[in-house]
């Protein structure tokens, strides 16, 4: 959604007298990062990062930004604050498959919005971009990435976690590519689109410690301790956001932030 923060927040139905109003926090970790609270919002609602000052007062613990794939939007991100939400950066392409010229892509996006990230993430669960977590090459891509965070950090002193976003697939299929490399090729963590419990468990399992961020279908307070109780890290919602705005923030953490986005 493009526009001003205060055309944005008109359109995202925010009262500014409800904005800054204090959420309770409950500091959770993952990736070595603390949150100030599980929940987070996630990516598509704010594509350039221009609305995080608005989303600041809303109580998220974590706004995901993007899916940035030109490097103008890259440019607009906000530096992550000291204090209120985490800011993750959603990347992709605009391309479609998972060619070299995508793979750069990536790396590319990687590095033009690594200094204004708390983490990464690779987006690979676009309906429309003709790749997923099982594409060919999806091995190279990881590869690719990591090695990019790696160079980054060695060169600059800065390590930006990097994680994958995809579809979880149905219970008892095999697990994507993308996740069943996870550990091996040294990702920091994947984020999950599923709403199936016993999925989010295994692959928790799977991922032996890696964080998982589950988003898709939360709604309630109920949803996301679910998905904790399955070993997720962090929540995130978007169509209650979309549907419910704020209120929608104060329903899952609660007047006491919810118990149940305290993380483990
Ligand atoms: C209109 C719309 C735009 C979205 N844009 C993106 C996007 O740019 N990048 C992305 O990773 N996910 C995008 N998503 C997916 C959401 O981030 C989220 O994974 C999905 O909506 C499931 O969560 P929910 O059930 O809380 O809506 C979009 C979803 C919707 C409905």
């Not at 579809?167 to 590519?177: C, K, Y």
């Not at 996740?179 to 999950?192: E, H, T």
């Amino acid at each position: 959604m493009a526009g001003s923060p205060n055309t944005a927040s008109r359109v995202a139905g925010i009262d500014r007298q409800e904005m800054g109003r204090p959420l309770p926090s409950n500091p959770v970790k993952a990736m070595g990062i603390e949150f100030p609270n599980a929940l987070g919002l996630s990516a598509g609602f704010d594509r350039t990062g221009a609305l995080v000052p608005v989303l600041a007062g809303v109580g998220f613990g974590h706004v995901e930004v993007g899916t940035v794939t030109v490097p103008t939007a890259a440019a607009a991100i906000v530096e992550p604050a000291r204090s209120g939400p985490r800011i993750g950066v959603n990347i992709g392409s605009a391309r479609l498959g998972l060619d070299a010229h995508v793979i750069a892509d990536y790396c590319a996006r990687y590095r033009d919005v690594a200094s204004s990230a708390d983490y990464v993430v690779a987006n690979l669960s676009s309906p429309y971009a003709d790749r997923d977590g099982n594409s060919r090459q999806v091995d190279l891509l990881i590869r690719r990435l990591t090695e990019v965070r790696d160079a980054l950090f060695r060169n600059c002193g800065f390590y930006v976690p990097l994680l994958v976003k995809v579809e979880g697939g149905v219970r008892g299929s095999p697990l994507p590519t993308a996740i069943s490399l996870a550990k091996s090729c040294g990702l920091d963590g994947v984020v999950l689109v599923s709403s199936c419990t016993r999925r989010i468990a295994a692959v928790c399992e799977y991922l032996d410690g890696l964080a998982l961020i589950s988003v898709s279908g939360i709604a309630t307070l109920e949803d996301a301790e679910a998905r904790i109780a399955a070993g997720a890290a962090l929540v995130q919602i978007y169509t209650a956001f979309v549907r419910g705005g704020p209120q929608s923030v104060r329903a899952i953490l609660g007047s006491d932030c919810g118990a149940g986005c305290s993380g483990q």
